[in-house]
């Protein structure tokens, strides 16, 4: 081949000017940038050189032609009129890539089939000896693209992606490709700080690809020298000892940079799970003299005592895709600005993240930002000086400064205890730092503040363990926050299609950083959900799998509670009177639990000496839940747990019972029922249902919770009917009277 061979260099999108800085420097000539790709030409010794060293680049193609093509004939003729036997033995096997279209050539495989062709034929030999095709490790790679009417006929020198460096066999969940790792080290300005000495702490490292491609770039380590297998090994064309003079000085360099004192590289990881992956990665790398690995949260990480020590902290926060995810992630990234304010003065910082608006969170302002694309997801990369003019909180100050504040330092050590005034839950201790609030979520903090101080006493006073202590009292706000010992269990509801969805974020986000400090709780016990419009049984349906439960204590009895895994809890919190008033009527009698979740108003029964009780539900999951909390409480006997569907149920059922109880949903079309439920339709004919098993004296309570519920006109001419809506409402509910509507039925 000659010493001016074209190349295109791909890239993953937005490393374009960064890929050509580097191609540059390793020596492509006359190099421009094209859509994911930039352009050059270049000896087969700079080829080489781009293959073994470039850390940015995809693949290193080498042009073999270029043609204008009209059709599918044209193509298959430009690419028969290269001569193959410079490249390929007739008895060899190749694998062809083809992108583009136009020219009639809409279908890639089709266009891949034509170049395979074309090839094969100039090959084939007298004796029917042809190549052959291995998509996996062929001999020769060959790609085309179409674009506009020229085809770019070319040979993959790469074979591989050359983001693919060997080190990394394990991965978690959302790892980011080495090329992208390297580009994001690379403008975060880690080579600078590596030539100067610099540290480098990870505080989210997963499995070590940060970590890795630092090291490889401060030892001076080739990204793909361990690399055996190119797309040139079994090219015809290729040099062998110009590659292997270029191979034996990336190794010669390596063991010199390995040779010098490491620098201070660590990572950090919250999950135990990816430590060992991360340490059999590095140790792959070869790198574990450099770098080290430990468990811990975001706020463990600290650099080393010697108080001289520089250098920059990168981090990929993950970026929330889970229901919920929207205040963990907000209290990481809150975490980790404090950590940077409190442990990195004077450290630079780079955070690579696909949710932007939490980036604005960490208190600490970006002097820059560059635009990224992880596969299709767009990022940005923020880079942060840490210097008391950058941050958002206000200047850091020392003991000394604070200790020469006395006005200030009384307010911070008087305003946590007013927060807690009447407060049950166990205070979390201030932070020396908090975030500023912004002037809503400041406004919000105040309603919050004030709702708990009244609510608290009562709660206090009544023993009542987990209460509302806000309900979208603010429309912006539009949330539910219930206090469940010292955790709160969040829900947001959908926002009207009318608000602006970066609005309706923005106000979630200052909410989300209010409530810990406005209710003294530790960030991580916040948990959120997000409560739409549901159909069918969808808000019974599991959502996560932690299987955390809490126990909980109301009227006397234990109840367990699961704040993660569904969309409600486990206990329906405004339904807490309504249980109160069956514990005290129920001494004696048997009580019918109908469509009874996790059975808590069965268990209040059993507690007020039921003589027994009868729990029906549909769902084995729940039904399981309601045995743990009738055996939580002593009461396994005389009580039964029925599965089934309701309506059937009950027509099937031969019982009498003293003390009914019904809750329905307001809709219902789950596969183990027959047809579906809907609470206004079919309310008449379950209370008939049930009537017919209600004892002489006896008491049905029947509520639901469908706002636009209408009770039938024509009960009431058959039974004694009174609504009892407002009595089954506590304080907590009182302004959100329609949470719920009960009614007592008798008969005549």
């Avoid at 706020?299 to 005592?305: D, H, I, S, V």
């Avoid at 960490?362 to 299709?376: E, P």
């Avoid at 909390?629 to 149920?649: H, I, P, Y």
Wanted: proline share 5%; hydrophobic share 40%; net charge neutral.
């Amino acid at each position: 081949m000659s010493d001016d061979n074209e190349l295109f260099l791909t890239c993953p999108k937005g490393l374009e000017g960064l890929l050509l800085e580097e191609a540059k420097a390793l020596g492509l000539e006359q190099a421009r940038e094209h859509t994911s790709a930039i352009r050059g030409v270049a000896s087969m010794e700079t080829a080489y050189r781009l293959c073994l060293w470039s850390r940015l680049a995809n693949r290193v193609l080498l042009v073999l032609a270029r043609f204008p093509v009209r059709d599918a004939q044209t193509l298959y003729q430009g690419v028969l009129h290269v001569d193959w036997f410079e490249h390929l033995e007739p008895s060899g096997s190749l694998a062809v890539e083809f992108s583009g279209h136009g020219s009639g050539i809409d279908n890639t495989h089709f266009g891949a089939l034509k170049v395979k062709d074309a090839i094969v034929d100039k090959l084939r030999q007298a004796d029917g000896t042809r190549p052959s095709v291995d998509k996996l490790n062929p001999d020769l790679r060959v790609h085309l693209r179409l674009d506009r009417g020229e085809a770019v006929l070319s040979l993959d020198l790469s074979g591989h992606s050359l983001h693919q460096r060997g080190y990394r066999l394990q991965q978690g969940a959302a790892p980011l490709k080495e090329n992208l790792a390297a580009a994001v080290l690379i403008r975060a300005g880690w080579p600078r700080i590596a030539a100067e000495g610099g540290a480098l702490a990870d505080p989210m490292c997963g499995v070590g690809t940060f970590l890795v491609e630092a090291a490889m770039i401060a030892a001076d380590i080739a990204p793909n020298l361990t690399r055996e297998q190119w797309g040139f090994s079994n090219w015809l064309g290729h040099v062998p000892a110009t590659w292997n003079r270029l191979r034996v000085e990336a190794e010669e360099r390596a063991a010199a940079g390995l040779a010098k004192p490491p620098l201070w590289i660590r990572g950090y990881e919250a999950d135990p799970r990816l430590i060992q992956p991360a340490r059999n990665n590095i140790d792959r790398a070869g790198l574990s003299d450099w770098i080290k690995v430990y468990q811990g949260e975001v706020a463990t990480f600290e650099p080393r005592p010697d108080q001289n020590q520089k250098g920059l902290v990168i981090s990929n926060p993950p970026y929330g895709e889970r229901l919920g995810d929207e205040a963990s992630l907000l209290y990481l990234y809150q975490n980790l600005g404090e950590r940077l304010r409190q442990a990195c003065m004077g450290w630079e910082a780079a955070v690579f993240t696909g949710a932007p608006d939490l980036g604005k969170r960490m208190g600490i302002r970006s002097h820059k930002q560059y635009a990224f694309w992880n596969g299709a997801l767009p990022c940005k990369l923020l880079l942060i000086k840490v210097q008391p003019e950058q941050f958002v909180t206000g200047e850091r100050r020392t003991p000394e400064q604070r200790e020469r504040e006395p006005e200030q330092n009384e307010q911070q050590v008087e305003e946590p205890k007013l927060n807690r005034n009447g407060n049950p839950i166990r205070p979390a201790p201030a932070p020396v730092e908090q975030a500023r609030l912004s002037e809503g979520g400041q406004m919000f903090a105040n309603r919050l503040q004030k709702n708990l101080k009244q609510l608290g006493k009562w709660a206090r006073r009544e023993g009542v363990d987990c209460y509302r202590v806000y309900d979208a009292d603010m429309p912006e706000y539009a949330l539910a926050i219930d206090l469940y010992h010292d955790w709160v269990h969040v829900q947001e509801y959908a926002a009207p299609r009318s608000i602006d969805p970066e609005k309706a974020q923005a106000r979630l986000f200052d909410a989300l950083a209010a409530i810990p400090l406005a209710l003294g709780v530790d960030k991580s016990r916040v948990v959120i959900k997000r409560r739409e419009r549901q159909s069918g049984t969808r808000q019974y349906e599991r959502q996560a799998a932690q299987g955390q439960f809490m126990e909980v204590k109301e009227g006397g009895i234990k109840l367990l509670v699961n704040l993660t895994d569904y969309l409600d809890t486990g206990l329906f919190l405004d339904h807490r009177p309504l249980r109160l008033r069956i514990q005290k009527e129920a001494a004696g009698k048997r009580f019918l639990n109908l469509f009874c979740y996790t059975a808590t108003a069965s268990v209040h029964a059993a507690k007020g000496g039921a003589r027994s009780t009868t729990s029906v539900d549909l769902s084995k999951t729940y039904l399981d839940w309601a045995r743990r909390n009738l055996s939580l409480n002593g009461f396994s006997d005389k009580n039964r747990l029925e599965q089934g569907d309701v309506m059937s149920w009950l027509a099937d059922d031969r019982g009498e019972y003293e003390l009914i109880f019904i809750d329905p949903p307001t809709f219902s079309n789950s596969k183990r029922m027959e047809g579906v439920f809907d609470v206004q339709r079919d309310h008449v004919q379950l209370l008939d249902l049930a009537m017919a098993r209600l004892a002489p004296g006896g008491v049905l309570y029947f509520s639901n919770n469908f706002r636009k519920f209408l009770l039938d006109e024509q009960l009431p001419a058959r039974y004694q009917v009174e609504e009892i809506s407002a009595a089954t409402l506590d304080p907590d509910f009182a302004r959100n009277a329609k949470i719920h509507r009960a009614w007592k039925l008798m008969a005549k």
